[in-house]
């Protein structure tokens, strides 16, 4: 039970500071695959991923906070399983929206 708190807390403060640096920094190069020869928009680069760490940030946050008034098994898996699955969409639709960036 406190494992979770703490294990989704730090994936929160991780995915909100690379959002934090992608986004408002612009420090592109934290991005897997990035060539900055080929980007043709690097501020809306930016803006996209940051805004889908700050999404899965924000759901980190709300499952720590969750396994505080619930616990339980079930409540364990409801929290990796919505955490996974939302995390797997949310990078498919970051690598498909990403083309649009590129040349």
């Known amino acids: 039970m406190t494992t979770n708190i703490i294990i989704f807390f730090l994936i929160g403060l991780l995915f909100g500071l690379l959002s934090l640096f992608i986004w ?6 934290l991005i897997s695959g990035y060539d900055p020869n080929k980007v043709k928009d690097k501020k809306g680069l930016a803006k996209w991923y940051g805004q889908i760490m700050a999404i899965i ?17 079930v409540m364990d898996i409801f929290s990796y399983s919505c955490f996974f699955i939302v995390a797997a ?8 929206g990403r083309k649009k960036y590129y040349e």
């Open 57 to 73: 940030a924000i759901l980190a946050f709300l499952l720590s906070i969750s396994n505080v008034f619930f616990t339980g098994f």
């Open 24 to 29: 408002k920094y612009e420090h592109l190069d």
């Open 89 to 96: 969409v949310l990078t498919i639709t970051v690598t498909i």
